[in-house]
């Protein structure tokens, strides 16, 4: 009895410590949690139209030479700057892309999503990280997804490297401390973003209405 008496008192001060020590911070570790919401509401800056020539012209002066398939791509990746995800941004699966990208167009990747999470932080609201969707191409990748997507380009921005895109209907929580923002809000943000850096002469931009995200080409 004495011994089982003494378990208690020790269990019993345990749990509590342990309770309130997980009661006392709101931070999430690892994945988060992702919402979507594909009914959001962007204001008309933000339909970016810069298409045909001045993405793939931007993207040939400043990417690689298209790749052939996968298998040449083990081989000339090398080139390119290997893509993992960090506290600014997550990688969606990318079935007909692979996650590489020139220096310039993984650094422009990571300033939207620090300049995204100072704009969250600066109005109080929740940490969220940005989500790419698609990054580079071979010419494999792009016709597999001709025949599923009709309207994806034959020579697509995507195959030199230079070029990403990123959801504007779903973000990744990564903590809760701060109100609670919605994903309008957040998409709306997230174009004020990049609008900013288009104006600085760092991307082109195509709005994406039927894939539900921003298809952004390096300019540099």
């Known amino acids: 009895m004495q011994m089982g008496h003494s378990i208690r008192v020790v269990f019993f001060p345990l749990l509590a410590v342990l309770l309130l020590s997980g009661c006392r911070s709101t931070k999430f570790v690892g994945e988060g949690q992702t919402f979507g919401a594909n009914q959001v509401k962007i204001d008309s800056r933000y339909y970016f139209r810069d298409l045909g020539d001045k993405q793939i012209s931007a993207a040939k002066a400043n990417g690689i030479d298209p790749i052939d398939n996968r298998d040449e791509a083990k081989r000339k990746v090398r ?10 941004y997550k990688l969606d699966p990318m079935p007909h892309s692979i996650p590489y990208l020139t220096k310039e167009a993984h650094k422009l990747l990571k300033t939207i999503g620090k300049r995204f999470q100072k704009q969250l932080k600066r ?73 900013q850096l288009r104006d600085e002469g760092r991307c082109w931009v195509i709005f994406e209405r039927n894939q539900h995200c921003f298809h952004i080409t390096s300019r540099r």
């Open 123 to 195: 109005q109080g609201c929740r940490q969220h990280r940005i989500i790419a969707t698609s990054m580079l191409r071979t010419r494999d990748d792009v016709t597999r997804l001709r025949k599923v997507n009709g309207n994806a380009a034959k020579n697509s921005a995507h195959m030199y490297g230079t070029t990403f895109d990123l959801s504007y209907t779903r973000f990744n929580r990564i903590d809760t401390e701060g109100e609670p923002v919605g994903n309008t809000v957040m998409a709306n943000l997230l174009g004020e973003v990049i609008y």
């Open 79 to 88: 080139q390119l700057r290997h893509v993992e995800e960090t506290e600014y």
